[in-house]
């Protein structure tokens, strides 16, 4: 079958990846068509885009790139129209992923979802414009499931991908060698994927720095982005290594980690750990009257309490980031609850493997 696949950023385009060799398995007959990045065109999908040239964030900064959405968003309609593919596979990238959605159902074609918009989160009607244009979802989340219950849709919790990539991975036997690191305590600094997050949060991280003389602070890069985005933490001697990122926290005593999936990835390497976000003040004004949740960290959603300390917009500064990471540090109370909380967290995302079974659910579908 032709199978027509959409992710928009770095976690989505590798969770692609991995439903891309999954449903090679299952469809032996399987072509590969869409928008994505360097995972899935490797997995072999055939891209009419690369999700970098569309990715944007911050409602204040899609405002003023709404114009090469749209420019995209024409070239990817188009090219579904010319391939009629069996089946769309829309991969995590709500906002323009929903619209794609909508114009693909209205042309008659199957529309399958798989880690879908967070619309628990704010604006929760968009779960009625979900169930009308999606035929099936696939959730990673495990309190997701309940959540569309309200909406009469019963959906598809397949297990969190995060648990089958964290499973194949097999720890560097030279990684300290390899970086030329020293063996002081580790603490990881997980900036983000993405340019823009990059450069809001690094600085505050690296301020705290010299309050940890007896420590090395080791800087998660990704390939993705130029070296430029790191510059403030390369002119301060700091180590930034690349594509690394479940080395760096399987030998890290503690992390400071934006806000996003590398939070639930620190948690299933129990690494104690503080969040940390920021973004333009447009963007969080509007953000905090329209989100719902009383979390914005994974790792805290899925356990529905206070696991690991969130430090937001104007709470992210020096001094609350040293009194937590302080916190969290040695062997005491509050390390333990945080551990204790990731145990929690673990036993609720079950043992599902996520690609096999969103691969195996598609197929099935299409078969009936």
């Not at 596979?89 to 906002?95: A, H, K």
Request: net charge neutral; charged share 25%; proline share 4%.
């Amino acid at each position: 079958m032709k199978y027509y696949v959409i992710s928009g950023e770095r976690s989505g385009d590798l969770h692609a990846s991995n439903l891309i060799a999954a449903l090679k398995e299952e469809d032996s007959e399987a072509s590969f068509r869409g928008m994505g990045g360097d995972y899935s065109i490797a997995a072999g999908l055939s891209a009419v885009a690369h999700y970098e040239e569309v990715a944007l964030m911050g409602f204040i900064e899609v405002v003023f790139g709404f114009r090469k959405v749209l420019r995209y968003l024409k070239l990817v309609k188009k090219d579904i129209v010319d391939n009629q593919p069996d089946a769309l596979i829309l991969v995590d990238y709500g906002g323009f992923n929903m619209k794609i959605a909508k114009f693909a159902h209205d042309q008659g074609i199957s529309v399958h979802y798989y880690i879908p918009p967070k619309v628990w989160a704010w604006n929760q009607k968009r779960a009625y414009k979900l169930k009308q244009h999606v035929d099936q979802l696939y959730c990673i989340l495990p309190f997701e499931p309940d959540f569309f219950k309200k909406f009469d849709w019963e959906v598809n919790y397949v297990g969190n991908p995060l648990l089958d990539e964290i499973a194949k991975f097999t720890p560097h036997d030279f990684f300290h060698q390899k970086n030329d690191l020293s063996y002081k305590p580790m603490i990881a600094l997980l900036p983000g994927s993405r340019k823009q997050e990059v450069e809001s949060m690094l600085s505050t991280m690296v301020e705290i720095i010299p309050a940890f003389p007896n420590a090395q602070f080791i800087i998660a890069g990704v390939n993705n982005l130029n070296e430029d985005v790191y510059q403030l933490a390369q002119e301060m001697g700091i180590k930034v290594i690349y594509d690394q990122t479940y080395d760096l926290l399987y030998h890290a005593n503690v992390a400071v980690v934006t806000s996003g999936t590398a939070t639930l990835e620190t948690a299933l390497f129990r690494v104690p750990q503080v969040v940390v976000y920021k973004t333009s003040g447009i963007s969080y004004a509007i953000g905090k009257k329209l989100i719902k949740v009383p979390f914005i960290s994974l790792v805290n959603l899925i356990a529905e309490k206070e696991v690991v300390k969130e430090l937001i917009q104007y709470d992210y500064n020096k001094e609350n980031l040293l009194k937590e990471l302080r916190e969290i540090s040695g062997n005491n109370t509050r390390k333990s609850e945080v551990l204790n909380g990731y145990t929690l967290i673990k036993e609720k995302l079950g043992e599902k493997k996520a690609s096999q079974e969103t691969a195996r659910l598609i197929v099935d579908s299409l078969k009936k």
